[in-house]
């Protein structure tokens, strides 16, 4: 089983998890609603997601992951 590192409770399973994906930004209200909700760069290499410790703490933290590799980065 793969662990995830919780700020609070430590490298847990990641069954107790719940990953939102990348934080959206404040949506510019100039800009397409649907493209600030839905929107993703999807990109390849570390980047930056929401993850809640649903089973757990149930703290939302950001998290590191390489999408290339699926590693966890600091
Ligand atoms: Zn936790």
């Known amino acids: 089983m793969r662990l ?3 700020p609070d409770c430590g490298p847990r399973e990641q069954n107790e ?3 939102m994906g990348e934080p959206s930004p ?3 209200p100039a800009a397409d609603l ?3 909700l839905y ?3 999807n990109a390849k290499g570390p980047v930056d997601e929401m ?3 649903k089973f757990g703490c149930r703290r939302w933290f950001r998290l590191g992951r ?3 590799s699926n590693a966890f980065v600091p």
Do not use: N, Y
């Open 4 to 6: 995830v590192p919780c």
């Open 17 to 19: 998890f719940v990953c």
């Open 26 to 28: 404040h949506p510019d």
């Open 34 to 36: 649907a493209d600030a």
């Open 39 to 41: 929107a993703r760069t």
């Open 51 to 53: 993850w809640w410790h």
């Open 66 to 68: 390489d999408t290339a």
